[in-house]
């Protein structure tokens, strides 16, 4: 059948590449794709939120599946879409209705959701600009840090943790009063720190079944040791080292059912990825986020470690037969190193030269911020390309990734050094 990736980074061309090795998968398209997707697939210059232009794009090209890879189009109703037009209800959609996306959409439902159906996470109230001083008396009783967290989708950076009262009350007041985060912070979730470590739990369901994907760990801040700011991430290691079984058992029992089966229970349709960002204090998970979505850099370390064939899981997902389905996981480590522009989270040029990502023979090179212009690829992003490499452990994996990261290169290129420092 004919397969369309929605969205344009480093997750999407690991879907592209993937997905491209099936047999079940006849021509392939990516909207609008980068350089990589290129590579593997037809790009199609349509943005990931124009419904109207990937209808036109799905009838044109007889596509019979669209995989969903940011959660905007989802959070948007792209799956509605589908199934509410008689043209395109026939066409599987990775990727959850927008009912369900609303996890990811909105984090006061989220904990509504969590509390519902006794799930683990950290203890919280919201607010918004009319019981702000509630918001004031809220922080009183709260010892710091606090953590604030915009209600609405804010690109990864609606999240603040402030350690002393008063800048937070100032803060809280920034984002309810002075739309610090636009509409995203007309309501505002206050939430208890939790401290412990952070990973990631990416589960497969299909509404009725679910299979749990391995675990990974991504590196947020821009600096080593991680300092600076956050940015959308700038590294990957699959599986996470200290997840042992008893963990596992823990996140699948405690988290990953009652969470699948409190999708059911509410009614909200899901077909799709979901995302679980745990974080374990005292050996014990509990939930500070869902994504409705594969994470990047994420992707780009666990799907090369699925060898069975992902256009299988979706045809699957899609027929909700997810439960005949055996997953192959490579047991090797995977690390993605990410290669950044210049100053990026802050601002940084574009346009410049890449050049080496084709002499890399012992790790895969996905493209993210990278388009081709005048014959040759050049910098279109932030994030700009994702190198993974495997091994035995993730010391031996990342040896091998950098040795072939310090064949690519572009002006002002960054990447961080010391991934897994903390493990
Ligand atoms: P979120 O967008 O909810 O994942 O939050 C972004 C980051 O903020 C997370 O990856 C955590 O590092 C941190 N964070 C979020 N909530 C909490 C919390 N309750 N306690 C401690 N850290 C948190
Ligand atoms: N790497 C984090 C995310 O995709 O949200």
Redesign the pocket.
């Known amino acids: 059948m004919n397969v369309l990736v929605l969205g344009s980074g480093g997750r999407e061309h690991t879907f592209a590449w993937k997905i491209a090795q099936s047999p079940y998968c006849t021509t392939l398209f990516v909207a609008p794709g980068n350089s990589g997707t290129a590579s593997v697939a037809t790009n199609l210059e349509i943005s990931v939120t124009d419904f109207e232009g990937i209808k036109s794009a799905v009838l044109n090209h007889n596509i019979e599946m669209v995989v969903v890879g940011p959660e905007d189009p989802l959070v948007h109703g792209v799956h509605d879409f589908f199934l509410n037009d008689d043209a395109l209800k026939h066409v599987a959609v990775i990727g959850p209705q927008k009912a369900a996306a609303t996890l990811e959409g909105s984090?006061e439902f989220a904990k509504e959701f969590l509390y519902r159906h006794n799930i683990p996470t950290?203890a919280y109230e919201s607010f918004t600009a009319h019981n702000l001083e509630k918001g004031f008396s809220f922080l009183e009783t709260l010892s710091p840090p606090y953590?604030l967290?915009a209600d609405g989708l804010a690109a990864?950076k609606?999240?603040l943790?402030i350690n002393d009262l008063e800048e937070a009350k100032s803060e809280l007041k920034n984002m309810l009063v002075d739309s610090k985060f636009g509409a995203a912070s007309t309501k505002v979730v206050i939430?208890?720190?939790?401290?412990g470590i952070?990973l990631s739990c990416f589960v497969l369901t299909d509404g009725l079944h679910y299979k749990i994907l391995p675990t990974a760990k991504d590196y947020?801040r821009i600096g080593e040791g991680d300092t600076g700011l956050n940015t959308g991430g700038m590294g990957a290691i699959s599986p996470v080292p200290f997840a042992d079984e008893v963990l596992l058992s823990k996140i699948e029992e405690r988290i990953v059912k009652p969470t699948v089966e409190g999708l059911k229970k509410d009614q909200t349709p899901y077909k799709g990825f979901i995302f679980i960002?745990l974080?374990v204090v005292n050996n014990e998970p509990l939930v500070?986020?869902y994504n409705v979505r594969m994470g990047d850099p994420e992707t780009e370390a666990v799907l090369p470690r699925i060898n069975t064939d992902l256009m299988e899981i979706f045809m699957a997902i899609n027929d909700q037969t997810l439960n005949t389905i055996n997953l192959d996981i490579n047991p090797q480590t995977a690390t993605t190193v990410m290669l950044v522009s210049g100053g990026y989270p802050e601002a940084y040029d574009k346009g410049k030269t890449i050049s080496g990502f084709d002499s890399v023979q012992e790790a895969l090179v996905f493209h993210a911020g990278a388009k081709h212009s005048n014959g040759e690829v050049v910098t279109s992003g932030g994030r700009v390309m994702a190198v993974t490499a495997f091994g035995t452990d993730y010391k031996i994996a990342l040896e091998k990734a950098y040795t072939e990261v310090s064949k690519i290169n572009f002006e002002g290129m960054n990447y961080r050094k010391d991934l897994g420092f903390d493990l």
């Open positions: 984090k950290a953590v967290k990864g609606g999240v943790i939430e208890e720190f939790l401290d952070e947020k960002g974080i500070i986020e």
